[in-house]
């Protein structure tokens, strides 16, 4: 891609207190951010009251509190998807919260968007809860998970941007996916 030093470039100076640039930045990465938003919308029920143009607007809201060095344009798509992420686990927290008592069913992920299992929708708190707890144990495997399953990229596209083979990524996504359904089913039992 002929833009992405300059815009790797931007997001520097923009990380070092250029403000402004961010308004140059946001066209050059909406369309990829709103590809990502609608992946995450696509396992919320119908009645969830965000849009994906409003995620990612709350999104590039929330961007200016993220403190980390930027390595390039995949990073920062990374970085703003993480900020969808914990958007979407605050709503449910919020809903939640309103519900606690009331026995009324938690919002849900779909496991197809988050793990390929094709399985029941799993509750967005719980799924982060487990994200949370092996992020502590195995950074890499959630960063997968961010690339692969939230932004919906390719497998050509997540080796890339994680630098391993597509091999090896074969290899983390079984093992992940193994270990979210069994730790997210771990939860439903109790």
């Known amino acids: 891609m002929a833009r992405e030093p300059q815009i790797t470039r931007m997001l520097n100076e923009w990380r070092s207190g250029d403000a402004e640039l961010l ?26 009251t965000l849009q994906a143009t409003a995620l990612v607007n709350e999104a590039f809201l929330r961007i200016g509190n993220v403190k980390t060095e930027l390595e390039d344009r995949g990073h920062f798509i ?5 900020v969808m992420r914990q958007i ?23 496991d197809a968007n988050v793990a390929g299992a094709g399985g029941p ?23 997968i998970a961010e690339i692969y399953y939230f932004c919906g990229a390719t497998y050509a596209e997540t080796a890339a941007a994680m630098d391993i083979s597509e091999a090896t990524l074969h290899r983390e996504l079984r093992l992940l996916k193994a270990l979210l359904a069994r730790e997210l089913s771990d939860r439903q039992q109790k």
């Open 23 to 48: 308004e140059d930045i946001i066209p050059a990465v909406y369309d990829e951010l709103h590809r990502v938003a609608r992946s995450y919308m696509r396992g919320q029920p119908e009645q969830h």
């Open 78 to 82: 990374g970085i703003v998807a993480n």
């Open 88 to 110: 979407l686990v605050d709503h449910a927290r919020a809903k939640h919260s309103q519900k606690r008592g009331g026995g009324v069913s938690h919002e849900s992920i779909d």
């Open 121 to 143: 929708s799993t509750d967005v708190l719980a799924l982060e809860s487990v994200l949370a707890r092996l992020d502590k144990k195995d950074p890499r495997k959630v960063r």
